[in-house]
């Protein structure tokens, strides 16, 4: 079957850095997914790992190993707008686009 | 670039009635589109893959005669959710991939927030 997990709800204090885990377990696998979701909008996308490693884009790194079916995502230098929903979403068919979204992980960042 | 756009974003239709939700995409063809619906606080659940000129591809569990899709051209899917009754009430999300090496994964278009009362 399909699984993605996640941590349900996350709490980090502004400036500091956050760790937001995901495991997946799908049938097949051709790049996972981080995406941004504020609450009532729709999910922006931060990043797309496909090999084994560690992406970064400014804040924002993600990182993952296809062997262990296992991401992250890293937020550094938090700020206050960071207080979103992260989707963690897997595309399971080589040469398709059908995604799998996790439940996602409210992230709340207080002062 | 790579924009999707969506109407409406907010509806409040009566029970029994139905309500057509457009997907659009602006600066891009779109030869698929997916329908997603999100519960509050839940993941986004695929419902249907659009395929412009085909049938769509609906997930296990989707009413394909309640929720009707029409993809019939490269830019545009609509999504009709006939007969609407109060559970239908969500939040629908489109998106469509603008490069075929999908590097940058999904669009989304801005979703549409469904009442039904």
């Known amino acids: 079957g399909q699984n993605i997990d996640q941590p349900t709800e996350m709490t980090a204090t502004e400036g500091a850095i956050v760790q937001i885990n995901c495991t997946y377990q799908t049938s097949g696998f051709n790049g996972l997914f981080w995406y941004q979701q504020h609450a009532g909008e729709a999910p922006t996308f931060l990043s797309y790992?496909?090999?084994?490693g560690l992406e970064e884009k400014g804040r924002f790194s993600s990182f993952l190993s296809r062997s262990k079916g296992y991401s992250y995502l890293l937020l550094k230098e938090l700020q206050m707008k960071d207080s979103a929903s992260y989707l963690c979403?897997?595309?399971?068919?080589?040469?398709?686009?059908?995604?799998?979204f996790g439940a996602g992980t409210r992230l709340f960042v207080k002062a | 670039g790579a924009v999707v756009s969506q109407h409406p974003s907010r509806v409040i239709c009566k029970s029994g009635t139905s309500v057509k939700i457009e997907c659009r995409s602006l600066?891009?063809?779109?030869?698929?589109m997916f329908w997603y619906r999100q519960f509050p606080k839940q993941s986004l659940m695929l419902m249907a893959t659009?395929?412009?000129?085909?049938?769509?591809?609906?997930e296990q569990g989707v009413e394909k005669d309640k929720f009707l899709i029409n993809h019939a051209s490269l830019t545009l899917s609509t999504l009709t959710v006939t007969s609407a009754h109060p559970e239908d009430s969500s939040f629908y999300i489109c998106s469509a991939i603008p490069w075929r090496d999908s590097f940058y994964g999904y669009t989304f278009g801005s979703g549409t927030r469904l009442t039904v009362v």
């Open positions: 659009s395929n412009e000129g085909s049938k769509a591809t609906y």
């Open positions: 600066d891009f063809q779109a030869t698929t």
């Open positions: 790992n496909v090999l084994d």
């Open positions: 979403a897997v595309r399971d068919l080589p040469g398709g686009f059908k995604t799998i």
